[in-house]
């Protein structure tokens, strides 16, 4: 495939990105900012799941629990020596990278479901250890301390700062997907995905990939962590459990697995519906807004697997964007850079 | 002395109830070659089958047990009939996976919307009875538990040993497209042998229902408690699921008179990842 150069539709992510930045400036209603804080941190938490669930196809259930080691990481730092949460994020991501890592690395012979389980059982292993530990608050969890607005101490009154935190770090890990998506690095990671056995004849080691995938996912999702604390001000062990796991890779089965913008459709489809269904049906009857959800996920996986990025592949919408997109180009003037 | 005695025929008692989850697990694996994510959630359905026959039409959670099995093994059936052979011709190992998950959320909130979260129990003729053995204290409840789990492995043996579509069953284990050109219906195996799963649970829900009480989230600890199982025992092995439940009650109850009783999980979960890969490590040398 060509190389893209600059043009048209560049310019459009742009001018969406910029829609989305000027949101809280149009909508002064803090419930809607709510909203699209949640779509923008649960779009970074599927994008992060989708390095090593979508790029290595190693399926994980255990996110959830990697999450929760960035957020208790980041939040025992604060309580305890007064670090900016600023700068608990690199080293929650290094930290908990490194440390999921080292504990999925024997976990690397199994495959397919085996695989998941042994993630499934991290989860409960942290999940235990945690409500059980004295240092991390037990089963009652953590209050962050509360206080004046301080920008060190990523401590906000108004929900907009948190809005253009939380979108700053989508777009940050959208585009750090996109460049491992088409790097060496990507197709390493997609040719172990495909087939193991390939992949180690033309030297790619399916052992160091996954590795390189595990750091890469688990530093992601603990930065996602070190958000969490510091927007909701309160993290307890619950938030390690499998069915946590599940919110964020729904998102990547709606949108599509292994595709990169996948996650980030499946978010804005999936997180407003769950509000909204949250607000509308669970205070009727508790368990009708997950009724719903699960009716969607099966839906998704039994009638179209591939989900939304899959069907547009193939589909008629594709052609009509894309020949209006080289059509702007032509217009604009972009193309000739790539003629001469 | 006696608490470790004690901690052992705990380990028995529990270690039961595991086994025929697990049991239930590895029925399902060794034939449809799927790993059932909604294996806890199933049971919890199982359980909520006892109760709401104990509520409605006062029925015993111990003498209603062939009846909950029945309804299980039908449910069941629809299950694979309806969703999850459907999936299995893809042949996409995470689209069951992320189906049977799916199926799990959804079974339980159904069961969340129509009983609350509210724990029920259910009253037999054997609740609360204490055996007293000199030293130590055997519940009724769970021995009898003990001893259904014997006669159900005893009959699923001769079932699939004797009976034509035990065999068939069999058959379709070893080789799905030699048991098609013999002319077995592979898709009803199948939609049978989840029934089957289904209703071990069901037969393990009711002895729960002895001595337990039910929620919508009872089901959770039972499903990865059953993945442990089959691990230990090797999947798709009904004996090793038999052998795996009860070393698993084992080390749950003497694990935590060592380690106490709120690190236990953490215990069982890492002599369960360890067991996993090692398994893995070691037929990866050998082969």
């Given at each position: 495939m060509m190389k893209k150069r600059f043009g048209s539709r560049h310019i459009g992510a742009l001018l969406l990105l910029l829609i989305l930045a000027?949101?809280?400036?149009?909508?002064?209603?803090?419930?809607?900012?709510?909203?699209?804080?949640?779509?923008?941190?649960?779009?970074?938490?599927?994008l992060a799941w989708s390095v090593l669930g979508g790029l290595t196809g190693q399926l994980s259930l255990g996110h959830a629990a990697f999450m929760g080691l960035g957020a208790y990481t980041s939040t025992l730092l604060l309580v305890n020596a007064n670090l900016s949460p600023w700068l608990s994020i690199p080293i929650a991501f290094v930290f908990v990278g490194l440390i999921c890592m080292l504990l999925l690395s024997p976990c690397f012979v199994l495959h397919g479901p085996y695989f998941t389980l042994v993630t499934i059982?991290?989860?409960?292993?942290?999940?235990?250890?945690?409500?059980?530990?004295?240092?991390?608050?037990?089963?009652?969890?953590?209050?962050?301390?509360?206080?004046?607005?301080?920008?060190?101490?990523?401590?906000?009154?108004?929900?907009?700062?948190?809005?253009?935190?939380?979108?700053?770090?989508?777009?940050l890990f959208y585009i750090v997907l996109r460049l491992i998506d088409r790097s060496k690095l990507g197709y390493g990671l997609k040719t172990v995905r495909e087939d193991e056995g390939t992949a180690n004849a033309i030297g790619i080691s399916p052992l160091k990939y996954k590795m390189i995938?595990?750091?890469?996912?688990?530093?992601?999702?603990?930065?996602?962590?070190?958000?969490?604390?510091?927007?909701?001000?309160?993290?307890?062990?619950?938030?390690?459990?499998?069915?946590?796991?599940?919110?964020?890779?729904?998102?990547?089965?709606?949108?599509?697995?292994?595709?990169?913008?996948?996650?980030?459709?499946?978010?804005?489809?999936?997180?407003?519906?769950?509000?909204?269904?949250?607000?509308?049906?669970?205070?009727?009857?508790?368990?009708?807004?997950?009724?719903?959800?699960?009716?969607?996920?099966?839906?998704?996986?039994?009638?179209?697997?591939?989900?939304?990025?899959?069907?547009?592949?193939?589909?008629?919408?594709?052609?009509?964007?894309?020949?209006?997109?080289?059509?702007?180009?032509?217009?604009?003037?972009?193309d000739k850079s790539q003629n001469a | 002395m006696s608490t470790f005695i004690q901690a052992i025929v705990n380990g028995f008692m529990v270690g039961g109830i595991y086994a025929l989850v697990g049991v239930s697990l590895t029925l399902i694996f060794g034939v449809l070659k799927i790993v059932n994510f909604c294996q806890g959630q199933l049971l919890m359905l199982g359980m909520y089958v006892s109760y709401t026959l104990y509520a409605q039409f006062h029925i015993d959670p111990f003498f209603g047990i062939p009846l909950t099995a029945a309804i299980m093994f039908l449910f069941g059936m629809i299950i694979q009939g309806v969703f999850i052979t459907r999936s299995m011709q893809d042949d996409q190992d995470s689209n069951i996976l992320f189906l049977t998950v799916g199926l799990g959320i959804l079974f339980e909130n159904v069961c969340l919307m129509i009983f609350k979260s509210d724990y029920r129990t259910a009253n037999s003729v054997f609740s609360n009875k204490v055996l007293n053995l000199g030293n130590f204290n055997a519940s009724v409840p769970k021995l009898i538990g003990l001893a259904i789990v014997v006669v159900v492995a005893i009959l699923l043996g001769a079932f699939l040993k004797y009976t034509r579509i035990g065999k068939e069953i069999r058959?379709?284990?070893?080789?799905?497209?030699?048991?098609?050109?013999?002319?077995?219906?592979?898709?009803?195996?199948?939609?049978?042998?989840?029934?089957?799963?289904?209703?071990?649970?069901?037969?393990?829900?009711?002895?729960?229902?002895?001595?337990?009480?039910?929620?919508?989230?009872?089901?959770?600890?039972?499903?990865?408690?059953?993945?442990?199982?089959?691990?230990?025992?090797?999947?798709?092995?009904?004996?090793?699921?038999?052998?795996?439940?009860?070393?698993?009650?084992?080390?749950?109850?003497?694990?935590?008179v060592i380690v106490g009783s709120s690190f236990k999980d953490t215990l069982v979960f890492a002599v369960f990842i360890l067991i996993l890969v090692g398994k893995q490590m070691f037929k990866g040398k050998r082969g």
């Open positions: 000027l949101i809280p400036v149009i909508i002064r209603n803090t419930y809607i900012q709510t909203i699209f804080i949640l779509i923008f941190y649960t779009a970074s938490a599927s059982a991290f989860s409960y292993a942290f999940l235990n250890l945690f409500t059980n530990w004295d240092y991390a608050g037990k089963g009652q969890g953590i209050v962050l301390p509360f206080g004046a607005e301080d920008f060190a101490l990523m401590r906000f009154k108004s929900k907009t700062s948190y809005f253009y935190i939380a979108l700053c770090m989508m777009v995938a595990t750091f890469i996912s688990a530093g992601m999702i603990a930065v996602c962590g070190v958000f969490y604390a510091n927007y909701f001000r309160f993290i307890d062990p619950e938030i390690m459990a499998e069915s946590q796991a599940i919110e964020y890779v729904l998102p990547a089965i709606i949108g599509g697995i292994g595709s990169v913008t996948g996650p980030l459709i499946g978010a804005f489809i999936i997180v407003p519906l769950s509000q909204y269904l949250n607000a509308a049906l669970s205070s009727v009857v508790s368990g009708a807004n997950l009724v719903v959800y699960a009716v969607i996920l099966i839906a998704v996986v039994m009638f179209q697997p591939t989900g939304i990025m899959g069907w547009y592949q193939n589909s008629k919408l594709k052609k009509k964007l894309s020949g209006f997109f080289d059509n702007l180009d032509r217009k604009l003037g972009f | 058959a379709t284990s070893q080789n799905r497209t030699g048991a098609e050109v013999c002319g077995i219906k592979t898709k009803f195996v199948y939609a049978a042998t989840y029934g089957i799963g289904a209703a071990i649970l069901g037969v393990a829900a009711s002895c729960l229902m002895l001595y337990y009480y039910v929620f919508p989230a009872v089901g959770d600890v039972y499903g990865t408690r059953a993945f442990i199982v089959v691990t230990l025992g090797g999947l798709g092995n009904v004996i090793g699921a038999l052998v795996g439940g009860i070393v698993l009650g084992l080390l749950e109850t003497v694990g935590s």
